[in-house]
T-cell receptor, first 111, second 114 residues
Framework: EDQVTQSPEALRLQEGESSSLNCSYTVSGLRGLFWYRQDPGKGPEFLFT???AGEEKEKERLKATLTKKESFLHITAPKPEDSATYLC????????????FGKGTKLTVNP | GAGVSQSPSNKVTEKGKDVELRCDPISGHTALYWYRQSLGQGLEFLIY????????KSGLPSDRFSAERTGGSVSTLTIQRTQQEDSAVYLC????????????FGQGTRLTVV
């Protein structure tokens, strides 16, 4: 069964304190790994897609990396506006377009 | 509209009643997805549409749940004889085509069954 596990469940940082969020996955065949950001009361907002081990993508203070078993979302010098829940999901080979999501990491950045 | 629109934003219903949740995708998006988000749980896949066809309905929890899409646009998720465990946020997303990874989500419908 395809599974996605995110850690930690919650993370508190001071503004400017860099850190990383982890997403571990087990799938029969990886079609892609996706990162989303979700603010309270809103739908998820797409951040990145990674397709193969070694791939990296960046957007502002965020950088996503991928290995064969996990992905990291690195946050450099975070600001309070980066506070949100970050969701990781995998798409699997085999025809279905469904994504399997982790439970997310709730990030709080204090000023 | 500019984004995916879902209605109603909130729905409180009595156990045993039927409910309909509506999703208006972004114009021109051929793929449409329904997910459910329960408190403390990750997003759970329900069903997706390519045009008006639903190739994968495997996530629908029971036969009380059904969905349709008409005109390659609006989709309706219907829950019959609602139960308390159906309480959740129901999220709809659309993308320009399948395998287009940038799926845009609506704000969701918060369903509470009392």
């Amino acid at each position: 069964e395809d599974q996605v596990t995110q850690s930690p469940e919650a993370l508190r940082l001071q503004e400017g304190e860099s850190s990383s969020l982890n997403c571990s996955y087990t799938v029969s065949g990886l079609r892609g790994l996706f990162w989303y950001r979700q603010d309270p009361g809103k739908g998820p907002e797409f951040l990145f897609t990674l397709y193969s081990a070694g791939e990296e993508k960046e957007k502002e203070r965020l950088k996503a990396t991928l290995t064969k078993k996990e992905s990291f979302l690195h946050i450099t010098a975070p600001k309070p506006e980066d506070s949100a829940t970050y969701l990781c999901a995998v798409g699997t080979q085999g025809g279905s377009e469904k994504l399997v999501f982790g439970k997310g990491t709730k990030l709080t950045v204090n000023p | 509209g500019a984004g995916v629109s879902q209605s109603p934003s909130n729905k409180v219903t009595e156990k045993g009643k039927d409910v309909e949740l509506r999703c208006d995708p972004i114009s021109g998006h051929t793929a449409l997805y329904w997910y459910r988000q329960s408190l403390g749980q990750g997003l759970e896949f329900l069903i997706y549409f390519q045009g008006n066809s639903a190739p994968d309905k495997s996530g629908l929890p029971s036969d009380r749940f059904s969905a349709e899409r008409t005109g390659g646009s609006v989709s309706t998720l219907t829950i019959q004889r609602t139960q308390q465990e159906d309480s959740a946020v129901y999220l709809c997303a659309s993308s320009r085509q399948l395998r287009n990874t940038e799926a845009f989500f609506g704000q969701g419908t918060r369903l509470t069954v009392v």
